[in-house]
């Protein structure tokens, strides 16, 4: 027996375009009748592609009902069209909009980097950095009021660089993949201001330990500030 799949539409079914004559049609209808009819051929006999034949020459073979269905066929395929061009414009939308919260994501990034971590790294490693040298030159002589008074203003210096550094920290959320890097300033920043409170009570009552244990803090505070610079690159 022939293989023979159910076709789309009644052009197809009679196996003709849909700019055929009339007498082509008529032509195929009796071909295709011929060779699936159990009367004329046993071989390729089919009922049900019989069935389809007859439906699609009922309507191709008259004038009328062929106008009509070529009006119906046009309908469709500008739905299929219209359907089509809807699904290609959502897909590009879903692409823009995808390529956008990209973009929009790096940009944050960018900001972030500039008007938060930037600055604030900068001030971070102005009070770190300069804590040994002030505990060299008040180690010549612990008790000298002017090194005491250098030493004091230079706490209160590093106090305002913390403050600062603590605004510009607060003034834009960090981006989500910049969270390990925003933990570890944020910790560094806490600990640099409990070293400076435990250095300021040294001028106080002249206890080495309070010096000792505002630089642990300070070391811990380098630490952070570390991380958070090897999170960043």
Not at 110 to 133: K, T
Not at 162 to 184: E, M
């Amino acid at each position: 027996m022939v293989d023979f799949k159910p076709d789309s539409n009644h052009y197809e079914t009679l196996k003709v375009s849909s700019s055929a004559s009339r007498a082509e049609i008529k032509q195929a209808y009796r071909r295709l009748v011929k060779l699936f009819h159990p009367d004329s051929n046993q071989d390729t006999a089919n009922h049900e592609q019989i069935i389809r034949i007859n439906a699609a020459y009922e309507v191709l073979g008259d004038s009328q009902s062929r106008l009509n269905y070529d009006q119906q066929l046009r309908g469709e395929e500008l739905k299929l069209n219209s359907d089509r061009l809807q699904r290609t414009a959502s897909a590009q939308k879903h692409y823009q909009t995808k390529r956008k919260s990209g973009k929009d994501a790096d940009e944050q990034v960018e900001e972030w980097l500039r008007l938060v971590y930037q600055p604030v790294n900068r001030l971070l490693c102005s009070i770190l950095n300069s804590l040994e040298e002030q505990i060299e030159e008040l180690a010549a002589d612990p008790f000298d009021d002017e090194l005491l008074d250098e030493f004091q203003e230079y706490l209160q210096q590093c106090k305002a660089d913390l403050k600062q550094a603590q605004i510009t920290f607060r003034s834009l959320p960090n981006p989500p993949s910049l969270a390990r890097a925003a933990a570890h300033l944020y910790y560094s920043l806490s600990q640099v201001g409990d070293g400076l409170e435990e250095l300021a009570y040294f001028p106080l009552n002249y206890d080495e330990r309070y010096l000792h244990t505002g630089q642990e803090l300070f070391r811990i505070a380098t630490r952070l500030h570390c991380e958070a610079q090897a999170s960043v690159e």
